[in-house]
């Protein structure tokens, strides 16, 4: 029964292949000719499609900030990185929409060692690093045994100082698969998508106004209360938001 | 007789010096009875001049003028006589008996009171109703009256009091009057419409006769709070001339100028609050009917070069009394104070005009700059509703310049040594490829996969050692090796036979061949032609022991036999296992003799 499902979702999977790259020439085509709404519309229908690429966000991303939305296409930059957090067009496009929100926020400083770690889970995500784990354990397992039968007294040192490298970067890279992997799940970022959004300090329409946001400002989502989100800013400041002046990234 | 003159001058002196010291400090009123409409005089008149006079709390009355004081000193005939008083004129404000209660004084570092005087206050007099008296007839003759044009504005609605003094044609005012008290506004906005003094003058009609009026002055006010508010009224000291009904030698009427305090009424203003309903949330209080427009001098221009935003309301309201709608612009372009300018007059229907604030902007990176539609509400009282005003959005187009603060590349050429600032980011292009992978993607890391990749060579270990040590160990039992290649040969040969185990012709035949092509393998010589003692003695030859050649023949005996008779399976399967032992004896014994 399960086969069949895999089967089945594989066989679905590249039917939609076929029906999604045509939307995806079409939204070049109409992008090369001005008409920034109508490419949207077929690259939307790609995402319909449950496909998606960081090409696919980036180009989203640059449809919506030419007709200057600077919500969507901060989000849809954002969405593009969060697939590929190396890829320098995007980087660039996203400072382009950044400059043209409203609000500026200063993050709070970062330590030397939050700073590794950002860079580290930049490079790699948890898939990643669990590859490597995988990779190391076998080249650990491989210098073991030819560490133990190996005869000479030389080649068994170095085979040995090898195996222990290999099980030191396992560890690491284990250790980290680990701790980015429960930081993706407490990470939840969104876009305000609304052009003015009153921050309040309670989740009630009548509570008092903490301060204010505007379109495309990146927050986090600390907590949900039914049409009301509790955010927090890079600067640390928080609040209770209309869960529709949002979208999660 | 030394003694009466000593005491004679004792009396004169003591006299004298007593008539002296006669300090007389008194209290008079006017009058003892008055009417509630009348006013009473109380003067404190003493004799000689004092300090830290304290008049009384006058309970029941209104201070309506003092305290004047006077003074007075004269001699006559050589005498002195010296008074000091002090005036104040009230007004009782119950009726009934009123007591006014006592003054002190200090003279001479002594305290002297005046007695307590009781009035007694009566039910209105009438003022005589005299065509001749002139003071009645300048009552009856001018007038001061507020009008105002609204009594029941909206909160910060423009309402005009204009006051007008009415003048009949009986009497004249001549000369100037004087304001003595000039309303304050305290709840409203006010401005004055000036008249520069020049009072023309308007026919009218006030209370269905002629009257000539003039508009003593016009007051724009603008209420800044809701419910009941009081304008407080104009008092006007007016001099009017008054005919009276004797000539003079030419035949002319004497007039007699009469000074009268004239004041327009207090008037009530209700003003009503602004509605909730449908009040939009960027209401600021802006009250009347307004135009709105957002306007920038250029829209394509290179980084840090100035631009200017203009917000501007036009039209008539409380345009004074609101702020302009802010405009809110990216934080990457550094925006300055807005120059405020108000071209504004106050007219009679209320101020109009234009209000308008200037931004400098200067945009610092490259990019296109959205500055999103600015909104402006104000409620009209005319409709009694609410509009929003919505501004076009404007782009601005920064052309030239860098993308943000960290990616300026400078780079200091040698012979100018002048920093040349590269701006090498550009907007990117769409990318072409699609790249296109399903969104819902499953994990590696944690999934059952990952887990048995992870694991699984390290399980492997042990094994690997394990498998090892047994290698090493088979390594080392020879006999052991011989006797298991020998069994892995019989079986290799036997094969066929086991094969085909289910059906007795077919094994039996493969048996036999199996048995032959041993030999034949083994001793390098055909055996299918030999006859059974010939194979024996081949193999007793090779000194194969004699028992295991019976039972090489005995089981070729009972492949022949077999093939013509009916056997059970029970049979075929203990000749199959004969036929292995024998084999691995066999080759046992062949290998041990020729070492």
């Known amino acids: 029964m399960k086969h069949l ?186 876009i305000i998508f609304a052009e003015s959004s009153e921050v309040k300090s309670e989740p009630n329409m009548g509570s008092e106004v903490s301060f204010k946001l505007h379109e495309g400002t990146k927050v986090q989502i600390i907590e949900n209360d039914d049409s009301w989100v509790r955010i927090q800013l890079i600067d640390g400041k928080d609040g209770w938001i209309p869960a529709s002046d949002l979208k999660a990234l | 007789m030394k003694l009466k003159y000593f005491i004679y001058t004792i009396i004169f002196l003591l006299g004298t010096s007593a008539v002296h ?276 001098n250029k829209n394509t221009l290179d980084a840090n070069e100035a631009f200017e935003l203009k917000t501007t309301v036009s039209g008539t309201g409380n345009l004074k009394l609101f702020d302009l709608p802010s405009a809110k612009l990216p934080s990457t372009l550094e925006v300055y104070e807005p120059e405020h300018i108000e071209s504004v007059q106050t007219k009679r229907t209320g101020m109009i005009g234009t209000i308008s604030e200037t931004y400098t902007v200067v945009p610092q990176f490259k990019g296109n700059y959205p500055i999103r539609p600015i909104t402006f509400s104000f409620f009209n009282p005319k409709t009694e509703t609410f509009s929003t005003l919505s501004s076009e959005e404007i782009i601005i187009n920064v052309e030239n310049g860098p993308v943000s603060a960290q990616k300026e590349v400078t780079t200091v050429t040698g012979d100018s040594k002048q920093a040349i600032t590269q701006f090498k980011e550009q907007f990117k292009y769409i990318k072409l490829t699609s790249d296109l992978e399903p969104i819902a993607q499953t994990t590696f890391f944690k999934s059952t996969l990952f887990w048995s990749l992870l694991g699984g060579p390290i399980l492997l270990i042990p094994l690997f050692i394990i498998g090892g040590k047994k290698r090493r160990q088979r390594l080392a039992d020879v006999e052991g090796n011989r006797l298991r290649k020998a069994d892995k040969l019989a079986r290799k040969y036997l094969s066929e036979a086991k094969k085909n185990m289910g059906s007795q012709g077919v094994f039996y035949e493969a048996l036999e061949r199996a048995l032959h092509n041993y030999l034949k393998a083994k001793l390098n010589i055909e055996t299918s032609e030999f006859s059974k003692e010939g194979i024996s003695g081949l193999l007793i030859e090779k000194s194969v022991h004699t028992d295991k050649v019976t039972d090489f023949v005995s089981l070729l005996k009972s492949c022949e036999f077999a093939r013509y008779t009916p056997t059970s399976d029970v049979t075929i399967q203990s000749d199959y296992n004969k036929a292995v032992e024998v084999i691995t004896a066999i080759d046992k014994q062949i290998h041990q003799a020729s070492y």
């Open chain 1, 5 to 190: 499902l895999y089967i089945l979702t594989f066989l679905i999977t590249s039917l939609s292949f076929g029906q999604s790259e045509p939307l995806f020439e079409q939204g070049k085509e109409r992008y090369k000719e001005g008409k920034y709404q109508y490419a949207i519309n077929s690259w939307m229908k790609v995402l319909d499609n449950d496909e998606h690429s960081a090409n696919l966000y980036f180009n989203l991303g640059n449809a919506h900030y030419k007709l200057n939305n600077v919500g969507p296409s901060i989000f849809y930059y954002e969405k593009a990185l969060q697939l590929d957090p190396l890829d320098n067009d995007i980087k660039t496009n996203l400072a382009f929409a950044e400059n043209a929100r409203i609000d500026s926020i200063e993050p709070l400083p970062k330590t030397i060692f939050t700073k590794w770690y950002t860079m580290l889970s930049g490079v790699l995500g948890f898939n990643g690093w669990a590859t490597l784990a995988v990779i190391f354990s076998m080249l650990f397992v491989l210098l073991f045994l030819l560490y133990y039968f190996s005869a000479t007294e030389r080649k068994k040192r170095l085979l040995f100082v090898g195996s222990l490298l290999s099980v030191l970067v396992l560890v690491v890279s284990l250790a980290l698969a680990f701790q980015i992997q429960t930081d993706v799940g407490k990470d939840k970022p969104a």
């Open chain 2, 21 to 296: 010291a006669q300090v007389q400090f008194d209290a008079k009123v006017s009058k003892k009875k008055l009417g509630i409409n009348e006013r009473l005089r109380v003067d404190f008149e003493m004799n000689q001049d004092g300090d830290n006079f304290n008049p009384p709390d006058f309970n029941g009355f209104r201070v309506v003028g003092g305290p004047n004081q006077s003074v007075s000193n004269s001699w006559i005939n050589g005498k002195r006589s010296y008074s000091k008083t002090y005036s104040y004129f009230l007004s009782p404000q119950s009726r009934g008996k009123l007591n006014i209660g006592q003054a002190s004084i200090e003279i001479e570092g002594e305290t002297y009171k005046t007695s307590p005087i009781q009035v007694e206050i009566t039910a209105a007099v009438t003022v005589p109703k005299d065509g001749n008296n002139a003071e009645y007839v300048a009552s009856e003759n001018v007038h001061l009256v507020a009008e105002v044009s609204n009594a029941n504005p909206y909160l910060n609605e423009a309402i005009t009091v204009v006051y007008k003094m009415y003048v009949s044609h009986d009497v004249s005012i001549t000369s100037n009057w004087r304001e003595i008290d000039t309303p304050k506004y305290a709840d409203f906005w006010s401005q004055n419409i000036d008249n520069q003094g020049n009072f023309k003058i308007y026919e009218g009609e006030y209370n269905g006769e002629d009257y000539r009026y003039v508009i003593l002055r016009t007051t724009v006010l603008y209420p800044q709070k809701t419910g009941k508010l009081d304008i407080e009224p104009l008092t006007l000291d007016v001099p009017i001339d008054v005919p009276g009904n004797r000539r003079d030698l030419f035949g002319r009427r004497l007039t007699t100028r009469v000074n009268k305090t004239i004041s327009a009424g207090n008037r009530k203003i209700d003003v009503k609050p602004i509605p909730l309903d449908g009040r939009p949330d960027n209401f600021t209080g802006a009250v009347g009917d307004f135009k709105f427009s957002v306007s920038t």
